[in-house]
């Protein structure tokens, strides 16, 4: 099944071309307007050197007239072969349409809503036959019954015609193009975007990405590069300075010899306040008690480090670099 991307926002087709498989673009005067196009030529020229197959308006009164502004649009440079003409079904239209095909001039008759238009499309020739399936169901119509009798038709009478599935709203209809056999259906880029998303996708692909760290990045390279000590001999109060100071929940407290007499957290904080009060607050670090530090040297793997979190239920452990403290892991690191 072809896909074109249905549009005239020149960011949303850069973006979209981006991808390198789409097979071309559509546009309507109606888009063009949208966007604040007024040179409708030198917009079309540009478009023709972006996208390998560009579809365009050729409208008219007469048969004669579409044949006639086709043939100037050629006139601007565009490639004949990877240029098709758009032509609302009349059977003006569809007299159009065989004049064009005659000339070995690409066709999509557009605007179908109904099967004996579709019929004279394919009748006359059209390289397309383009049913606006967002439209007829606005107007409570059966797009979809439609757009299968259009292929139907196309099996059956063996027709030289695709039939492309348009005004898409959302990408339940891209489902329902694919299921229904269409050759060719024209997304608007915001739909298309969303044809890769998927909740559980998403959760898998994150769920990669976290193990794939945690077996291949070393504990000092996931740690923030702070280092949070403070000697034993500042109070509780100075501590919490520290802390805000650091940005970060805890501290490691040293001793005067420069090893690890513990952790100090927020936590730990919280306890003390609602133990023994505020008066907490001017004792120094050296009065309190503290348990074994977790620890971790710098050049174990994330892994290591996620058992450890586990194992001891804390949420930071301290990082080591032969048994000196160089930094903090939280436990948030691991997901970084």
Partial sequence: MELYLDSA???EIEEGFRLGFLNGLTTTPTFMQREGITDIDATIVKLSKMVPVLQIEALGQSA?????EAERQLDLGLNPKTTVFK???SLEGVRACKLLRNKGYLVNVHLV???QQAYMAMQAGATYVCPLVGRLQDQGHDALSLIQQCVDAVDLYGYDTKIMFSSVRHTEHVRNAITLGVH???VPLKVLKQLTENNFTSLGTDQFIMDTRLMMVKVEDAMNGINPVVPESMTIQEALVKMTEYNFGAVTVLKADGTIRGVFTDGSLRTLLTNQGSAILTQSLNALTFKTPICIEGSALLNEAQ???????VDTLVV??????VGMLDI???KA
């Fill in 184 to 186: 060719t259906i024209t």
């Fill in 332 to 334: 948030q690191d691991l």
């Fill in 64 to 68: 004669e007239e579409v044949l006639a």
């Fill in 320 to 325: 080591t670099q032969n048994g000196k403290p």
């Fill in 113 to 115: 809503y109904t099967l």
């Fill in 9 to 11: 926002n020149l960011k």
């Fill in 87 to 89: 032509i609302p079904v």
């Fill in 307 to 313: 058992q450890l979190f586990k194992k001891t239920a």
